[in-house]
């Protein structure tokens, strides 16, 4: 079964419409662009809050302005998050039959090949369950669509 992760906090911790969620975030984009990240060196990882966009979104932006100009050059991200409602020891990916993850501004295919390379180690389990309801990836996804 091939399916796609749809959204579980759009309308609530961002912009549940697709016009009003890529209007806030390009504008949280274009104020942390006035703040000089162009001049910041090329970033190898980020670390970003994963709170709602009224409370944590500025600072997300500064972050993921400073890979807009390496659009043409990203190939793979890998997000790493907490889990908040279901425990997990270890990693957990999304499960076999999630194909890609789902937001207002549209879908975001899974590195199946990518994610399949690590599924045998030890820390690493599959958990539909601890994505389902899970913001701290899925907040993400909306600025790196943008950028």
Known sequence: MNSTRLPAVAGTFYPGQA???AREVA???????????GKLPVPKAIIAPHAGYIYSGPVAASVYACLK???SRIRRVVLLGPVHRVPVRGLA???AGVESFATPLGTIPIDKASAQSISHLPQVVES??????????EVHLPFLQTV
């Open 19 to 21: 016009e009003e969620l």
């Open 93 to 95: 990916l999304p499960g």
């Open 128 to 137: 539909a369950p601890a994505h389902a309801l899970e913001h701290s990836l």
């Open 27 to 37: 504008s949280m984009l274009a104020d942390a662009e006035d703040m000089e990240t």
């Open 69 to 71: 100009p390496l659009r």
